[in-house]
Nanobody, 127 residues
Framework: QVQLVESGGTLVQPGGSLRLSCAAS????????MAWFRQTPGKGRESVCD????????YCADSVKGRFTISRDNAKNTLFLQMDSLKPEDTAVYYC????????????????????WGQGTQVTVSS
């Protein structure tokens, strides 16, 4: 069993930066692909960025590509999301998730394979 706790969400002005963290506990997530998702009222959950367990495979949605960077520190059992050049449309609750299974080091699984989810952290981009 894995518990995930996100932190770092807050109110930030357009053009600003934030770094979200996701701390895992219960067991090591060093062999688990992980991802960030976001959700706003009235919209479905959107995949933001994901990262393979080795860190060699990453992918970010077109809407955030070039502005957001996903990374992980397996020694600290922690996932990160660096968000730069934030826009009002980035306002959402951000969730981290971990998959569970046997994967190659660069593999990025589909959303349905993410088994563990955090409770979310609110990011609000507004002047």
């Amino acid at each position: 069993q894995v518990q995930l706790v996100e932190s770092g969400g807050t109110l930030v002005q357009p053009g600003g930066s934030l770094r979200l963290s996701c701390a895992a506990s219960g067991r090591s997530i060093s062999r688990d692909p992980m991802a960030w998702f976001r959700q706003t009222p009235g919209k479905g959950r959107e995949s933001v960025c994901d990262i393979s367990w080795s860190g060699t495979g990453t992918y970010c949605a077109d809407s955030v590509k070039g502005r957001f960077t996903i990374s992980r520190d397996n020694a600290k059992n922690t996932l990160f999301l660096q968000m730069d050049s934030l826009k009002p449309e980035d306002t959402a609750v951000y969730y981290c998730a971990a998959a569970e299974g046997t994967y190659s080091g660069s593999y990025l699984p589909p959303e349905r394979e993410y088994k563990y989810w955090g409770q979310g952290t609110q990011v609000t981009v507004s002047s």
